[in-house]
């Protein structure tokens, strides 16, 4: 039988507001433990709550950004649960009414539905030890957002290009850090898999709170065979909750799912109802910078790189600046972007780095493209010389004089090379006036060589043709 996995994910964006969401307490991350809290977000009785402005502001720039209709009557519920983590025994959170609804991600050629965007408040953090459960309360208020999408993911790997390009795009309309290991992004995961005639299906199961993509991943191809093998021996799945062990590789059951009745959602007494003016939501609008799909078609046009350039050149807001500081001087998309992705790129991969830890300054990775570009260095050359940049910080020329490389430009240094190499390959010479045209390729390889990369191959295969021809 041949099955179809079935995934929709649920999002958790802690929003970049410096106040949390009903109260002015600072929402920094790390700071002393229950440093940042205020009897307002630890729910005590007599207090509260009042609506943030910029969460509104926020979470609509997230609803623009997904393509969602923004409605423009919204009200908070409350949703009841104990658990240790969140002091009031309730969440402030959206029910009937979010904030944001019926959007859509592209990822390649196909649309994930996003179903609804809702705001509500961050729950404390529990911290396990051998002798007690320690609670830490600073978090606890931070504004999230809460992003569902439909169920319109089919394999892990979708699943991770989604998130990759969520992530992306929040970062864009910078409103969430998107720091996985500091929390603020988190994925639930609902899996099931179905026949392709839909007759034979597995139950929903949900994977809480994963903390990386690589763990989302791993436990959804978990899932799916696991749910597979179950279908295969007549069973079937339970509803439950689950989450993922990242030692052991497995999924493990936590509990029953719970269902909307559990909570017992209800209007949230404390809070105004949410009036989102035309105007405002206009204003936003305006106000929202280049996305990442926007800035991919227009990389296309205005640049013509192939679509594997395309993709890696605006895979983060900051290599696409990067990239485009660069081209700025370098009038040569094609060659930057090769480079960018042949060295630099390669670098930063084997490194772990990213872009804003480069040691060297932007100005003198244009430098040493424009010594490629204007025939000082060869390709390779720029390649030894942009590593030690890496690894030092320093400017090309300043290496260059360091390691006493010498720039190759005076074409009469190099006819003299040229020569040399031609007196000690007699044969090639012979060969190509047989018509072996290949050799010329072999000729350049030695000058480089003995050049140590210092001369324009272009130069050099100019040269050689030249005197071969009057040989
Ligand atoms: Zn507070």
Aim: net charge neutral; aromatic share 8%.
């Amino acid at each position: 039988m041949e099955y179809i996995t079935v995934v929709g994910l649920e999002i958790h964006a802690e929003l970049k507001t410096k106040s949390k969401i009903f109260c002015s307490c600072s929402t920094g991350f790390g700071e002393e433990e229950n440093s940042q809290c205020c009897p307002i977000c630890l729910g005590l009785p007599g207090t509260l709550p009042s609506l943030n402005k910029k969460v509104i502001e926020y979470a609509i720039r997230a609803g623009i950004g997904l393509n969602c209709e923004i409605a423009r009557k919204s009200f908070m519920d409350r949703k009841n649960y104990f658990y240790p983590d969140l002091n009031k025994a309730y969440q402030i959170s959206q029910y009937d009414k979010p904030l944001c609804e019926n959007g859509h991600i592209q990822i390649n050629d196909k649309r994930i539905g996003i179903k609804r965007i809702h705001i509500e408040e961050d729950a404390g953090k529990t911290i396990y030890t051998n002798e007690a459960r320690l609670l830490n309360y600073n978090r606890s208020g931070v504004p999230l957002i809460e992003i569902v999408t439909e169920p319109d993911l089919s394999s892990s790997i979708e699943t991770s290009e989604c998130l990759e390009e969520l992530k992306e795009i929040l970062i864009y309309l910078d409103i969430c850090d998107c720091k996985m290991e500091e929390g603020s992004l988190r994925c639930d995961v609902n899996i099931n898999i179905e026949s392709k005639d839909k007759t034979i299906r597995s139950n929903i199961v949900e994977i809480k709170n994963l903390n990386s993509f690589k763990a989302v991943k791993k436990a959804i191809e978990y899932e799916e065979s696991r749910h597979r093998f179950l279908l295969r021996e007549n069973k079937n799945t339970i509803r439950e909750t689950r989450r993922w062990d990242e030692n052991k590789k497995i999924t493990v059951a936590m509990r029953k799912k719970e269902e909307a009745q559990d909570y017992r959602y209800f209007p949230e007494p404390d809070l105004l109802k949410i009036f989102v003016e035309e105007s405002f939501i206009e204003e936003i609008r305006k106000g929202l910078p280049e996305l990442p799909n926007e800035k991919r078609n227009r990389f296309i046009l205005q640049y013509e790189l192939p679509e594997y350039h395309i993709n890696i050149m605006t895979k983060s807001k900051e290599m696409s600046n990067y990239f485009e500081e660069v081209v700025r001087t370098v009038k040569n998309p094609k060659m930057v972007s090769n480079f960018i992705i042949s060295v630099l790129y390669k670098r930063l991969k084997d490194d772990r780095m990213d872009i804003e830890d480069l040691k060297y300054k932007i100005d003198d990775f244009v430098k040493l493209l424009e010594l490629v570009v204007n025939g000082y260095i060869s390709n390779n050359m720029a390649k030894k010389l942009y590593n030690i940049m890496h690894e030092t910080g320093e400017n090309p020329e300043i290496i260059m004089k360091e390691k006493g490389i010498i720039q190759l430009s005076n074409e009469k240094d190099i006819v003299k090379i040229v020569k040399e190499v031609l007196e000690e390959n007699l044969k090639s010479i012979k060969d190509y006036k047989n018509g072996k045209k290949k050799v010329i390729g072999f000729l350049v390889g030695a000058v480089m060589k003995k050049t140590k990369g210092s001369a324009n191959p272009q130069t050099v295969n100019e040269i050689i043709l030249d005197i071969l021809r009057k040989k």
